[in-house]
């Protein structure tokens, strides 16, 4: 090879490192609606040559076609890629883009400004480092640049660009630029943004976009590439341990079995003594793998395994962190949930909570309050709509291990799955563990359920009658009862409306206190079957959720779901109580099959029919279920 051809093979291998190892900065942009957030990055795209041939193509084809912009381009296209997102001119999903500069790489997020889509900026927000705040110099700050940027702070994000655009068509004024940043600037010390740079831009004509404006010429500040090229938002978790949410567990063969994940925090080399959690077990690393093989150490944001010198007994979801600095275990916690569900939050419904690679059952037992994002008012409330967010307490059925969010995003924030549709219906972030949560233990007491229940002479069940008012619930319930009294069975049983002259009497008929109605009375036949007895529960019980809850907190076959059948229209002409006649003259506000939903159950153990069969043959039909 010629020196020169070397000298030309060495400058493309130094160029294409360069590349490989320069950073990577995540940032959104976010704001009100037509803020100019696509323009803006659809202009960055563009300037900064990150466009292939056929994209420009097509932009100046699209252009044309679907453009605001007369004959010239109009980059917002390039991030509006649903097709009712050009047909309307506004962002509904969150668009990713990647571009690079000689300085740095890029991972941008547009996000939508319509406030229905905030669950969509609260996504693209979740990763990002930076935030890009979006505010039309025509009309100031706006109710949902207030909340994004709420959002923005909830997240976690401490720097924030202010971008101030279409200066242009304000006549690049400098009052105005000045007014808006003292307004935001006195929003970002409430939400507790440290760090603000206010930049004024015309994203449309490139104005203090890649270089600063001739046009602006009373700004002396940075242009909005070098702000991003040069911008340091510092490593999350830089003074936490090594900590590895394990993702799985690498079992090829008998001789080898090792830890593989992706590094929340930390680093870790062969030797480090490690605590596995929640078990709290200790050993000591042997090997760290990577994707090359073994290296000398791992950092965090790799994707390792490891393999440990004592066989722990570790499960997805467990975490791997250093003894001498491990995170808290706990299984309730305080934490921010904003709802992005079309059902709203009901505290005491069960929910799956994913947080890392751990997924557990988790509800809310309280919400402390929520909050109004655009005065940051604290506000009593009972339930979460979609959108909201409130300060509430959690409570897991596992201990999880965990870190503040504001100090480790991976170990610290979680999501909520509804359990029936499988739909991410919240986000959250963990502020601190509920103090009581550790210190709270099974008492161990010698006598047992199955003692108790070898004392009867009996299997304890307990048979959960629902249906609608004036189905025949409490009626089938105490033939039930009345029968295996006769055979010398200990039974008991809890009717709903019983119930709510003591224990319940201080709930209501609102959605809320119905969830808490059934919480409580499960948990009172959970004891009762405890005691060895069958309990015969009848309550509406409308929901789902929590006949599924109830269920859960049972061993398998001690629990006998009974859909009592009843056509709405046979149980209004029933209506001894004339319950139904009040709630169809609106004198009963949330009555169960009139103005409030029944979820007829989909897998219930046994259906009795009350039209066709008589009461005394349908408790015959459980009785021998019970007993068979």
Not at 277 to 290: A, C, D, F, H, T
Not at 381 to 397: F, P, R, S, T, W
Not at 557 to 565: A, K, L, R, S, T
Request: charged fraction near 25%.
């Amino acid at each position: 090879m010629s020196a020169e051809n070397a000298s030309a093979a060495a400058a493309v291998a130094a160029y294409l490192h360069q590349h490989e190892t320069k950073g990577l900065l995540r940032f959104i942009t976010c704001g009100s609606v037509d803020d100019g957030k696509s323009t803006l990055i659809g202009r960055l795209l563009y300037e900064s040559k990150g466009l292939f041939e056929d994209q420009l193509a097509a932009l100046d084809k699209d252009s044309r076609r679907h453009g605001t912009q007369g004959d010239d381009i109009d980059y917002a296209l390039l991030l509006d890629g649903l097709a009712a997102e050009r047909e309307q001119g506004i962002t509904i999903d969150v668009a990713y883009r990647f571009f690079s500069t000689d300085k740095r790489k890029f991972i941008v997020a547009d996000c939508p400004g319509h406030e229905q889509y905030t669950r969509n900026m609260a996504t693209g927000a979740s990763t990002a480092d930076v935030a890009v705040v979006l505010v039309d110099a025509r009309k100031g700050l706006l109710t949902q640049t207030r909340r994004h940027s709420y959002i923005v702070s909830l997240l976690g994000i401490r720097h924030v660009v202010l971008a101030v655009n279409k200066m242009d068509l304000v006549g690049y004024d400098q009052a105005v630029f000045d007014a808006i940043v003292a307004g935001y600037r006195e929003l970002a010390e409430q939400l507790g943004i440290d760090h603000v740079t206010a930049i004024p831009l015309s994203a449309l004509k490139g104005d203090n976009l890649l270089q600063r404006s001739p046009n602006t010429p009373w700004y002396q500040g940075t242009s909005l590439l070098g702000y991003l090229e040069s911008v340091e938002p510092g490593a999350r978790g830089a003074a936490l341990g090594f900590r590895l949410p394990i993702q799985w567990v690498n079992r090829p063969n008998q001789d080898f079995r090792g830890f593989a994940g992706s590094i929340a925090a930390g680093a870790v080399k062969p030797g480090d003594e490690i605590v596995a959690l929640p078990s709290g077990r200790r050993s000591k690393v042997v090997r760290v793998i990577g994707a090359q093989g073994d290296q000398e150490t791992g950092v965090a944001g790799q994707a390792i395994t490891l393999t440990l010198a004592d066989e722990l007994d570790i499960s997805r979801g467990d975490v791997i962190a250093a003894a001498q600095q491990p995170p808290q275990v706990a299984d309730q916690f305080a934490a921010h949930v904003l709802w992005m569900g079309e059902q709203r939050l009901l505290p005491g419904r069960p929910y799956w909570l994913k947080i890392g690679t751990r997924t557990v059952s988790a509800s809310v037992t309280e919400i402390k309050h929520k909050v109004d994002v655009n005065t940051q008012e604290q506000l009593a409330a009972k339930h979460l709509e979609l959108n909201e967010v409130g300060y509430c307490n959690l409570y897991l059925d596992h201990a999880i291990a965990f870190e503040a969010y504001a100090d480790n995003r991976e170990l610290g924030g979680f999501i909520l799955i509804d359990r029936q549709t499988n739909a991410t219906v919240a986000a959250g972030t963990i502020d601190f563990a509920l103090r009581r949560a550790g210190n709270i233990h099974w008492q161990h007491v010698d006598v047992d359920k199955a003692a108790r229940a070898r004392s009867k002479a009996q299997a304890p069940r307990c048979v959960w009658f629902t249906g609608l008012s004036g189905s025949g619930k409490s009626t089938i319930a105490n033939l039930v009862e009345k029968r295996l009294h006769a055979m010398g069975h200990h039974c008991y049983i809890l009717d709903g409306d019983n119930v709510r002259h003591g224990l319940n009497k201080d709930l209501g008929f609102t959605d809320e206190d119905r969830v808490e109605n059934i919480r409580r009375v499960a948990e009172v036949a959970r004891l009762m079957v405890d005691a060895g007895l069958i309990v015969l529960v009848s309550f509406i019980s409308p929901f789902r959720a929590e006949r599924r809850m109830a269920r859960e907190l049972f061993e398998p076959g001690e629990f006998v779901e009974v859909f009592v059948d009843t056509p709405l229209e046979v149980a209004e002409r029933r209506d001894v109580k004339g319950l139904y006649a009040k709630a169809r003259a609106g004198r009963i506000p949330n009555f169960t099959g009139i103005d409030s939903p029944y979820e007829a159950p989909e897998r219930a153990e046994l259906v009795l029919d009350t039209v066709q069969e008589t009461p005394e043959a349908l408790a015959q039909q459980v009785i021998a279920r019970l007993l068979d």
